[in-house]
């Protein structure tokens, strides 16, 4: 398994080709101008260069003539009816993917319940959980501030746990409870009830922590894989948050990736781990399919000691690596004979960045809700001994 071609419905009718690259925006309360718009419609934009065609902002595209265009979703689809009726049965149309149950477009889909009795989102897949018990992080999710608070307590027993927003990303947010009334507090500041709608998610927390990104994207007829490490960066608050990636791709599935002998093991492990996750969620979800998946798999030490490694952050949509991602898919779209490539993608909160020459930038300015923020993606000289 690993090609997503294995997963994605083939086109009815060879006319059903796309016309045109079209964004789509669905994170409610996205401003118009802030870096992730931006960054999201100069990715679009490098994509239609890539396939060459026209580029369209959405507010430029009809309903009727959307059916004809490739898309470019800001966040996963989670309706197959409605995907269908923009022209999306396959993930050929568009960059990122489409699910068919809301929690899946969150960290919720990574952990089972607390138990059987637990509150739980339509669509819950008990057999999807089992399966990737061993491919992640001891956790679970909860939809409930009591289903929570009584995972918590139980997980409590091995070391502090670390919750976060099912929605949360960035590396912005999560909370460290190394006792009950830490838990309870941390708990209590998420809302009532009635705001548990999205759930949250409670994992051993580790420390020495490294975080990989592993993935794979196909455009065309183009498949990539890659797998790196992560790193992290201050805001203007102070605060660490996701600073870029230096990923290494190679054309073809995981099992190409996983050729490459030079892997270390436990870059070797998150590959793996990634490749499993992926593809169970194909095999749980009937009629789900996707262009780009990822994963954020970390590893570290819990409080007793011991060493772990799990996907704590699946994704089928642009995200923080998609930068890197398309700087690859170009480089080896221009060159036929490349086997690898390193590709990074930075992003820095300083008023005077220092930018390479050779960088695509896909915002540096000021930002109204982060500050000054420039991004950029670039091809790098030489594979990264982090990987290889």
């Not at 966040?75 to 149950?101: E, K, W």
């Not at 896909?362 to 790098?380: C, L, Q």
């Amino acid at each position: 398994m690993g090609d997503l071609s294995d997963h994605a419905p083939r086109p009815a009718a060879a006319d059903a080709r796309p016309t045109g690259v079209c964004v789509v925006a669905l994170k409610p309360g996205r401003r118009n101008g802030s870096h992730e718009d931006v960054t999201h419609h100069r990715l679009a934009e490098r994509l239609a260069a890539l396939k060459q065609l026209p580029f369209y902002d959405a507010c430029d595209v009809t309903r009727s003539s959307a059916r004809n265009h490739y898309f470019v979703p800001d966040a996963m689809l989670v309706s197959l009816t409605g995907a269908r009726a923009l022209g999306i049965t396959d993930a050929d149309h568009l960059f990122g993917g489409v699910v068919p149950y809301p929690y899946m477009a969150t960290k919720t889909i990574s952990h089972p319940l607390p138990g059987e009795a637990c509150a739980r989102p339509v669509g819950w897949s008990t057999d999807f959980s089992r399966q990737v018990r061993e491919l992640v992080l001891p956790g679970y999710s909860a939809f409930s501030f009591a289903d929570a608070q009584s995972a918590g307590q139980s997980m409590l027993q091995d070391g502090s746990v670390r919750i976060k927003k099912a929605a949360g990303a960035g590396g912005a947010g999560p909370a460290v409870a190394s006792d009950a009334r830490q838990l309870q507090a941390t708990l209590q500041a998420f809302g009532e009830e009635g705001a548990w709608f999205d759930g949250v998610v409670l994992e051993r927390n580790l420390v020495d922590v490294v975080t990989h990104s592993v993935g794979q994207v196909r455009v065309s007829k183009l498949q990539l894989s890659y797998c790196g490490r992560q790193q992290s960066t201050l805001d203007h608050r102070g605060h660490l948050v996701y600073g870029g990636a230096r990923l290494e791709f190679v054309r073809g599935d995981y099992d190409a990736l996983l050729r490459r002998h030079e892997l270390k093991a436990q870059l070797r492990l998150a590959v793996r781990q990634a490749r499993d996750f992926q593809r169970c969620a194909f095999d749980c979800f009937p009629g789900m399919f996707a262009s780009r998946c990822h994963c954020d798999v970390v590893q570290g030490v819990d409080d007793l000691g011991r060493w772990c490694s799990g996907v704590v952050a699946p994704s089928w949509c642009v995200g923080h690596t998609s930068a890197a991602e398309i700087t690859a898919l170009e480089a080896f779209a221009a060159q036929p004979e490349l086997d690898t490539v390193c590709a990074s993608t930075t992003e820095l909160y300083d008023l005077r960045p220092n930018v390479p020459r050779d960088a695509h930038v896909y915002f540096s300015g000021i930002d109204e809700r982060v500050g000054a923020i420039t991004k950029y993606s670039r091809i790098e000289s030489a594979p990264s001994t982090t990987a290889w």
